[in-house]
């Protein structure tokens, strides 16, 4: 079974400063994707980046990124110069190839200005 | 944004009372979820369908039932509610990826509150 677990149930950070959110996760396969999901308040699940497993370089999307670390099974979240709009519940999540989506229980950020 | 509605939005109900969610879509994707959301458990697969008919069961299936009698709709009834059931209800949908698929994602809908008291 594929399992995805956030340590950090709740973090904080000042406005404009860098914050990373942790995310491990246990699988036997070797072909899989990893996600970064925000939840603002409005309950709307907006995807911030994606992983593909096979692909050794970490993806970025403007002030985000992560460190993926395969063997160690590791997926985080770094969010550069944050903002106030960047005060969410972000989810960390696992696909495997046949179309399985797994969640882990969020980790709440709050942004102090 | 992907095209996907959720009815209702909210919705108060009664112990003991069926309660059927839906979900429609317009992207013609052929896996549809239905997750809940709760507090300290992130989302948890309710049921999904990899087409029309076909359905199965997620990790806390007992007490919901699903069907997909067309592409776009997938409905998840409550036969009797209990106030466990009480939460977040999102509809999800994904299409069918290649092996190493450059579109594997996620698209949720707005969610349902569905308070059982």
């Known amino acids: 079974a594929q399992t995805v677990t956030q340590s950090q149930p709740e973090m904080s950070v000042q406005e404009a400063e860098t914050v990373t959110l942790s995310c491990t996760y246990d699988t036997s396969e070797s072909d899989y994707y990893l996600f970064w999901y925000k939840q603002p308040p409005s309950r709307q699940m907006i995807l911030v980046i994606r992983?593909?497993?096979?692909?050794?370089q970490n993806a970025t999307e403007n002030r985000f990124s992560v460190n993926f670390q395969k063997a160690a099974k590791s997926f985080s979240l770094k969010i550069s110069d944050s903002q106030l709009g960047d005060a969410a519940m972000y989810f960390c999540?696992?696909?495997?190839?046949?179309?399985?989506?797994?969640f882990g229980t969020g980790t709440s950020l709050t942004v102090i200005p | 944004d992907a095209g996907i509605t959720q009815s209702p939005r909210h919705k108060v109900t009664e112990t003991g009372t069926p309660v059927t969610l839906r979900c429609h879509q317009t992207?013609?994707?052929?896996?549809m979820y239905w997750y809940r959301q709760d507090p300290g458990h992130g989302l948890r697969l309710i049921h999904y369908s990899y087409g029309v008919k076909d359905t199965d069961k997620g990790e806390v299936s007992d007490g919901y039932s699903v069907s997909r009698s067309k592409t776009e709709d997938f409905l998840l009834t409550l036969e009797s509610a209990t106030s466990s059931q009480t939460s977040v209800y999102f509809c999800a949908i994904s299409e069918f990826p290649s092996r190493r698929a450059t579109n594997e994602k996620l698209f949720f809908g707005s969610g349902t509150q569905l308070s059982v008291l």
């Open positions: 992207e013609n994707h052929r896996y």
């Open positions: 992983q593909e497993a096979y692909k050794q």
């Open positions: 999540a696992f696909s495997n190839t046949g179309n399985q989506f797994y």
